[in-house]
């Protein structure tokens, strides 16, 4: 079955620095790559996605690469704000490929220094 | 209320009680699920409902029941449980193929 490792688990940088987190997963038939945020004491919130058939997305001060070959996809926040403080998840769909099933990273604390 | 919502929002329960988590979404999707999320530990899936059918059982304790009467309402029963099974367990939904999009607030539950 599939499998997602996530790294770093945490990560500290200084606002308006730029910040990447990273995942790797292991079935190649995996065809959806979600990112989700969770702020202290919230439900995960759906930031960005990225399908196998793009290398790349943006939206706006976030994006999200994908290298099928070497089976990783990245996480890039740009000019970090405090308001970015919190966990991020990555996510592959599991099951061959299902984009119900997701399979998730362990998270990313991340924490923005004013 | 719109979105997903959870009922109760905290729970604490004895291993010889019997409890249900209630999740109901206004958002017209046809797939729901639960998810079990503990500390340092990514978020399990555990049960997948299409159009109120189950399709997934992801090897779950069979002290946990769910149960799906229609695309709206989503229900978690929970008897015998161990502490173990302490977690913020969140329910979400979605379109079939859309990936999971909208969770719910979670209910935090704590097993004496």
């Known amino acids: 079955g599939e499998n997602v490792e996530q790294h770093p688990s945490t990560l500290s940088v200084q606002e308006g620095d730029s910040a990447v987190i990273k995942c790797t997963y292991s079935?190649?038939?995996?065809?959806?790559f979600p990112w989700y945020k969770q702020e202290l004491g919230k439900r995960p919130q759906l930031i960005i996605d990225?399908?196998?058939?793009?290398g790349e997305k943006k939206d706006q001060r976030i994006a999200v690469t994908l290298n099928k070959t070497a089976k990783h996809f990245s996480l890039h926040i740009t000019e970090t704000q405090p308001e970015d403080s919190a966990v991020y998840f990555c996510?592959?769909?599991?099951?061959?490929?299902?984009?119900?099933?997701?399979?998730f990273g362990t998270g990313t604390l991340l924490a923005v220094q004013p | 209320e719109t979105g997903v919502t959870q009922t109760p929002r905290h729970l604490v329960m004895g291993m010889t009680n019997k409890k249900s988590l209630k999740c109901e979404q206004h958002?017209?999707?046809?797939?729901m699920y639960w998810y079990k999320q503990s500390a340092k530990k990514p978020l399990e899936l555990m049960f997948v409902y299409n159009f109120k059918e189950q399709t997934e059982n992801n090897s779950v304790p069979s002290r946990f029941s769910p149960e799906c009467p229609n695309s709206s309402h989503l229900f978690l029963h929970l008897h015998t449980l161990q502490p173990e099974d302490s977690a913020l367990y969140l329910c979400?939904?979605?379109?079939?193929?859309?990936?999971?999009?909208?969770f719910g607030p979670g209910t935090r539950l704590t097993v004496l």
């Open positions: 079935d190649s038939a995996s065809n959806y």
């Open positions: 996510a592959a769909s599991g099951d061959g490929g299902a984009t119900n099933k997701l399979i």
């Open positions: 958002l017209g999707h046809n797939a």
């Open positions: 990225i399908r196998s058939n793009v």
């Open positions: 979400a939904s979605s379109f079939l193929t859309s990936g999971v999009r909208d």
